[in-house]
C-alpha cells in the first residue's frame, strides 16, 4: 500500500501527540492510566455504544471539554481515518456476509438515530479505542459487551521489537501472535481472552482498536427497546421470544455468518450480488 509505513509512523505520532497533550493539560490524570485493560497507558474510547447500564445507544461523551478537544484532534487525523478505512476493508475481506450485517443493521441504527455520530465515514465500525501508550500492553481481559460473535480489529503502531515484545496473546486458543507496528489483526474480542506480552523498557506501542456492543444489535432486534423493557410485558416477552429465536439459534446465526476456506470466495460474489 502506497506510503503505508509514512502513514503508520504519522498515526504513532498522533497518538503520541495526544497522550502528552492530555497530561500536559490535565485532560487525563496519570490515574487513567490503569484500567480493566491494562496499567500504565491511556484509553481513550470514542464513539457509539450501548451497555454498562445505558437504556438506549449513545455517543460515549467525555464530560471534560479537555478531554473532547483530545479525542476529536485524534479522529481529525488523516492518517488515523486511513488505518479507520483499513481496517474496516480488512474485515470485508475476511468475513464478507459478517462485515454486510454490520454494514445493513449499524446503517440503519445511523439513519434512525441521526443524533448518533459516526467515528469514521470510511468504517463499519460504531466505536473505537485509541491507546495512546507510551507504552499500551493490555493484560488479561476479554470484552463481554462486544457482539459475542463479532469481531474487533486491532492495528499496533509504534516503535518496538515485534519478535521480542508487543505479541497478540489468544488464551483460550493458546496462540501468541506476532504483529508488527503497521499490522492487523482480528479477533473475536468478546469470546477469547486475550492481552499483549511485555516490551523493552526503551520501547513504544500504540494501537487503534475498532468494535462494536452487542446492546445496538439487539437494540434494532427489539425495535428500539432493551431486553429489560421488552421482557416487562406478555406482549414484549412474545416478541423478544420471537427474534432471539429457539436457544442456540442466534449463535448457530452469528457463526453461519463466518466464511470457510470453501466457502469464501463464493460469499464475496454473493454479498456484490445482494448489493
Not at 507496528?181 to 494501537?207: D, M, Q
Request: net charge positive; proline share 4%.
Amino acid at each position: 500500500m502506497e506510503g503505508w509505513k509514512d502513514n503508520v509512523r504519522e498515526a504513532a505520532t498522533c497518538l503520541r501527540a495526544a497522550y502528552e497533550d492530555a497530561m500536559r493539560t490535565g485532560a487525563f490524570t496519570p490515574d487513567d492510566l490503569d484500567h480493566r485493560r491494562g496499567l500504565g497507558f491511556l484509553a481513550i474510547p470514542v464513539g457509539v455504544s450501548m451497555g454498562g447500564g445505558q437504556e438506549r445507544p449513545g455517543n460515549l461523551f467525555h464530560h471534560l471539554h479537555a478531554r473532547r478537544v483530545v479525542s476529536q484532534a485524534i479522529l481529525r487525523n488523516t492518517a488515523i481515518r486511513r488505518i479507520a478505512g483499513h481496517q474496516s476493508a480488512c474485515f470485508a475481506m475476511l468475513a464478507p456476509k459478517l462485515h454486510r450485517m454490520y454494514k445493513e443493521v449499524l446503517g440503519d441504527l445511523f439513519d434512525t438515530y441521526p443524533q448518533l455520530e459516526r467515528n469514521f465515514s470510511n468504517s463499519v465500525f460504531p466505536a473505537v479505542s485509541f491507546n495512546c501508550g507510551p507504552a499500551s500492553v493490555c493484560i488479561d481481559h476479554a470484552d463481554f459487551n462486544n457482539l459475542s460473535f463479532g469481531l474487533c480489529l486491532i492495528t499496533a503502531l509504534g516503535d518496538f521489537d515485534y519478535q521480542t515484545g508487543g505479541h497478540v496473546v489468544l488464551h483460550g486458543i493458546k496462540k501468541v501472535i506476532e504483529l508488527p507496528s503497521g499490522s492487523t489483526v482480528a479477533i473475536p474480542s468478546s469470546l477469547e481472552v486475550h492481552s499483549n506480552t511485555g516490551l523493552k523498557p526503551s520501547e513504544t506501542r500504540y494501537s487503534i482498536t475498532q468494535y462494536a456492543a452487542g446492546g445496538l444489535f439487539r437494540w434494532m432486534a427489539y425495535d428500539g427497546v432493551t431486553a429489560k423493557k421488552l421482557s416487562s410485558t406478555k406482549a414484549g416477552k412474545k416478541k423478544k421470544n420471537a427474534a432471539d429465536g429457539p436457544e442456540g439459534q442466534r449463535w448457530a446465526e452469528g457463526l453461519s455468518l463466518y466464511s470457510t476456506m470453501e466457502s469464501w470466495a463464493q460469499d464475496h460474489e454473493d454479498v456484490k450480488i445482494a448489493k
